[in-house]
């Protein structure tokens, strides 16, 4: 079983930046991805950025060059900077997990809101 807590949402205004936390604890396998995906009212959810446990990295169209992920793999932690944020990023951020165990098991986080105004 994984757990993933997430931390550090809120309320900032349009060109701010804040940062996102999200730790995992549990069965943590060696080989992962960890990554945040996030879900506006009314709109599905999508995949914000993700980085695997080599390091590499992807993110989507809407906020590459504006957000950064990073890890910390001592303390199994993803954390997702996001700055020059705009109205359209306002929606609830997921943390996501997929840890490989021969197969892909995929877990998430309960979400934090990310409230940017206008």
């Known amino acids: 079983q994984v757990q993933l807590v997430e931390s550090g949402g809120g309320l900032v205004q349009a060109g701010g930046s804040l940062r996102i936390s999200c730790a995992a604890s549990?069965?943590?396998?060696?080989?992962?991805?960890m990554g945040w995906y996030r879900q506006a009212p009314g709109k599905q959810r999508e995949l914000v950025a993700n980085?695997?446990?080599?390091?590499?990295?992807n993110y989507a169209d809407s906020v590459r060059g504006r957000f950064t992920i990073s890890r910390d793999n001592a303390k199994n932690t993803v954390y997702l900077q996001m700055s020059s944020l705009k109205p359209e990023d306002t929606a609830v951020y997921y943390c996501?997990?997929?840890?490989?165990?021969?197969?892909?098991?995929?877990?998430w986080g309960q979400g934090t809101q990310v409230t940017v105004s206008s």
């Open positions: 996501n997990l997929n840890n490989f165990k021969g197969t892909w098991d995929e877990s």
């Open positions: 549990g069965s943590i396998s060696r080989i992962n991805i």
């Open positions: 980085i695997a446990s080599g390091g590499s990295t």
